[in-house]
């Protein structure tokens, strides 16, 4: 049997999204071993992009059937590395939030680039200030993009990272030659067992500081929502998935409010908006939360969610 060549890149990334790929286990062995022919990728294999030697003059990938890209894009070597993996690649999967919708480096769509470097090299409050670097280092481009923003996607992969049940089924549903594999349209609360029953407008919100109430001894169906305590879980407009196909959502199965990590219920959703719409709705005025932006938008800033504020 022909094996499906893949390659794998990581643009604006932390390497979390391909160490879920390595967490598909027993699964990901059988695939390797028998179907995949990983002909780059550079987080475990050494690929020059140039040549071995630096011969060649543009930047080159091998071609290959599936493209996997995790990271957003924040610099000109990322869109170069993008556009070749695009023109390299017959299915280019944008795997975790960050390439799916900028993730947490897509929070600095909210700071200018002077903004950046200053705080960074200058005022960082755990290094001793510093020149910005001006070579080789790649020009910084506007913002930070998702990978759709640049280039046609096929296949959505968020998460951050991604569970490894998701990984593994848009594998093996490439294998058999399916070109379709879509995440539900739910979201976080459609996957959480906790009991929902106040009728009733959003008490006082509170910090995590302050710990919910819960039986540790009793199971996560018998714990109250942690919207409903007061907690703002962004599970209504978030994407279910990271429990995996049937497990319950990870934060929430640690007592913990979710943050967002797997982006927006669907493609367009905007979950700053519809949070904010939903906290007015039960009376809660949404202008009075600190950094409602940075918290409501935290892994979804790119698509123009997160702009410069205009500076007076
Ligand atoms: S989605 Fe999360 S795990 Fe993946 S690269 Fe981005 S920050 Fe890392
Ligand atoms: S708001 Fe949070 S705790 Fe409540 S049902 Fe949704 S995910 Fe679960
Ligand atoms: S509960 Fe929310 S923040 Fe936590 S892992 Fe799931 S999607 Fe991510």
């Not at 780059?40 to 071609?63: A, C, M, N, W």
């Not at 059937?65 to 000109?76: F, L, P």
Request: proline share 8%; hydrophobic share 35%; charged share 25%.
């Amino acid at each position: 049997m022909t094996k499906v060549t893949v390659a794998e890149e990581w643009l604006n990334a932390c390497a979390g999204c391909e160490i879920a790929i390595l967490n598909v286990g027993d699964v990901l062995v059988d695939l390797l071993v028998n179907n995949l022919d990983f002909v780059h990728i550079p987080v475990i294999l050494d690929k020059k992009y140039f040549g071995q030697t630096g011969e060649e003059e543009h930047l080159s990938i091998p071609e290959a059937v599936v493209g996997i890209v995790s990271g957003g894009v924040r610099n000109e070597e990322h869109k170069e590395v993008l556009l070749e993996m695009r023109k390299k690649c017959q299915i280019l999967i944008a795997l975790g939030t960050c390439a799916t919708d900028g993730g947490i480096p897509a929070m600095i769509n909210m700071y200018s680039d002077e903004e950046l470097k200053k705080f960074t090299y200058k005022d960082s409050p755990t290094t001793d200030p510093a020149d910005y670097p001006t070579e080789h280092i790649p020009p910084l481009l506007d913002q930070c993009y998702a990978l759709d923003e640049l280039v046609k996607v096929d296949l959505y992969l968020p998460g951050c990272p991604p569970h490894p049940d998701w990984i593994a089924g848009a594998v093996l549903a490439l294998l058999e030659g399916k070109t379709e594999y879509r995440m539900p349209e739910k979201s976080v609360c459609d996957a959480c067992p906790t009991i929902r029953e106040s009728k009733k407008g959003l008490a006082d919100i509170k910090r995590m500081l302050s710990a919910p109430e819960f039986d540790p001894e009793k199971p996560l169906d018998e714990m109250r929502c942690l919207l409903e305590q007061g907690f703002l879980c962004l599970g209504p407009v978030t994407g279910v998935g990271c429990g995996g196909k049937e497990g319950a959502p990870r934060c929430i199965s640690a007592r913990v409010p979710c943050r967002g990590c797997y982006g927006p219920v669907r493609k367009g959703a905007k979950p700053l908006v519809d949070y904010m719409g939903a906290l007015a709705s039960v009376g809660f005025d949404p202008n009075k939360m600190p950094d409602r932006r940075g918290y409501l938008a935290r892994f979804s800033g790119a698509h123009g969610t997160l702009k410069r504020p205009v500076r007076r």
